[in-house]
């Protein structure tokens, strides 16, 4: 039995800022958020204008009432792209702390390299400014709890950025497992699968990164003082100077979906083991990685464990059951599969124990089988149907977009956000401690309540 629902089906995200409601089909339809009047414009400003924070800001910019008014970067060619992509009337200078002196800036959208997040959030809320940090929210955890004890000084709005939070697929996902459709919990398995140069961090390096076209020392910052080297600037994430390797950069995404969906605050133990198994570039954290965690029982849900991967040289293959990217949801009852839609596989369970009898004397098997017959009466197995549901989004759904509207809701309303410090550092958490066992092969305990690493 296959039961596969349309679009208008899944989870309507409200119009006032992404929150889930409930309808009785159960699915809803994706709505854009209410019009804004000109004088509730939000002017937001983004530091680190790479990839990320490019694609960031031209989300940011979909949403109605905002506008970017400023932007820092240390390489002079991005800040000249920013200004033909958003206007001449853009201000962009290499030191962020220029734009964080400007009063109307209201909030800023932080994508420096990793090493950078942590201080540019402190130095951002002290200077009242609203704050969307892509994830990982710290390079370091103790930073985490810099970056929580000034959002809580200040009580600016910060919102980090796995969009998975805010996702009508992991809405859902929330929705069927506390509704018990695949009974308690086990196990969870999650990866990510990737192929290209590009998704393995080779972006293109421009003519002109030359010393004069960029601030060395800036981008450095606390990171120890190297020679000018322009591959170690556009790819940071091959470096454990300034990124946080596929922990950091890819497992936090698989972390926040998890504990959106359970409800848990995190893992007590972690173990990773990978390697460098096929781009022998230069770089120093692994290609391939894979994490073993167990989570503690709550009063939401029982002890299970977590598996995550992520490999960046795959073959190439995809399969229905293993997608490019995914989640496995398993329980005694069936499996909560996520990828292109959430779907809920069942198969029944037999009626009867069943019995292996083969090696008793033949008097034995039939004084067993004379005993089990008045247990279970029936003659034969139950036949095993199996039965799917199918969740599928909206059209061209992007979660990316949601979790700006639920930021931009909450600097409006002053509302919490959907992924505040807290949650951002147990998400983190982990995942930089995965690298830490990686690195130093060993098991780790993690307190996912204090969010502390345990000696």
Request: aromatic share 10%; glycine share 8%; with cysteine.
């Amino acid at each position: 039995m296959k039961n596969k629902t349309s679009r208008r089906d899944f989870i309507k995200i409200a119009a006032s800022g992404g929150s889930v409601v409930e309808t009785s089909t159960t699915i809803l339809a994706w709505e854009e958020p209410r019009q804004v009047s000109a004088n509730d414009k939000i002017q937001i400003a983004l530091i680190g204008s790479g990839g990320m924070g490019f694609g960031d800001t031209e989300t940011a910019l979909r949403v109605p009432g905002t506008e970017l008014v400023a932007a820092a970067d240390v390489y002079d060619g991005r800040l000249t792209r920013v200004k033909e992509a958003f206007g001449d009337r853009v201000f962009t200078t290499r030191d962020y702390h220029e734009v964080l002196a400007r009063p109307d800036v209201d909030a800023v959208i932080i994508a420096t390299p990793d090493h950078w997040h942590g201080q540019v959030s402190i130095d951002a809320m002290n200077a009242g400014k609203d704050v969307y940090c892509e994830k990982p929210m710290v390079q370091v955890v103790s930073d985490g709890h810099a970056v929580i004890e000034t959002q809580k000084k200040t009580n600016r709005i910060l919102q980090v950025g796995s969009q998975g939070v805010s996702s009508i697929f992991n809405a859902k996902a929330k929705e069927l497992l506390a509704a018990g459709k695949i009974g308690k919990l086990n196990m969870v398995e999650a990866w990510i699968n990737r192929r290209t140069p590009i998704d393995a961090w080779q972006y293109s390096i421009p003519p002109d990164a030359t010393p004069e076209r960029i601030d060395w020392d800036r981008f450095l910052g606390k990171a120890p003082k190297v020679k000018f080297d322009p591959i170690r600037l556009f790819r940071w994430r091959n470096y454990r100077d300034y990124g946080t390797g596929i922990g950091g950069d890819l497992f936090v995404h698989l972390f926040s979906a998890i504990h959106f969906i359970t409800g848990s605050n995190g893992p007590t133990r972690v173990q990773a083991t990978g390697g460098l198994r096929y781009w022998n570039d230069g770089r120093d954290v692994p290609d391939m990685l894979m994490g073993l965690y167990d989570y503690p029982q709550t009063a939401n849900h029982p002890a299970f464990n977590v598996v995550l991967r992520v490999n960046f040289e795959d073959g190439g293959t995809e399969t229905a059951q293993f997608p490019r990217s995914g989640f496995q949801f398993v329980g005694p009852e069936g499996v909560m599969a996520i990828s292109d839609g959430v779907t809920i596989s069942r198969k029944a369970k037999a009626k009867e124990p069943g019995y292996t009898i083969n090696t008793f004397p033949k008097a034995v098997q039939d004084a067993f089988l004379k005993d089990y017959r008045r247990q279970y009466p029936e003659d034969r197995q139950q036949i095993n149907e199996a039965a799917e549901e199918r969740y599928d989004p909206p059209r061209r759904y992007d979660a990316r977009y949601d979790h700006f509207v639920n930021f931009f809701n909450a600097v409006r309303t002053r509302k919490p956000v959907v992924e505040d410090p807290v949650f951002g550092l147990r998400a983190a958490g982990p995942a930089l401690v995965t690298n830490e066992s990686f690195f130093n092969n060993r098991v780790y305990g993690w307190d996912p309540d204090a969010m502390k690493v345990l000696k």
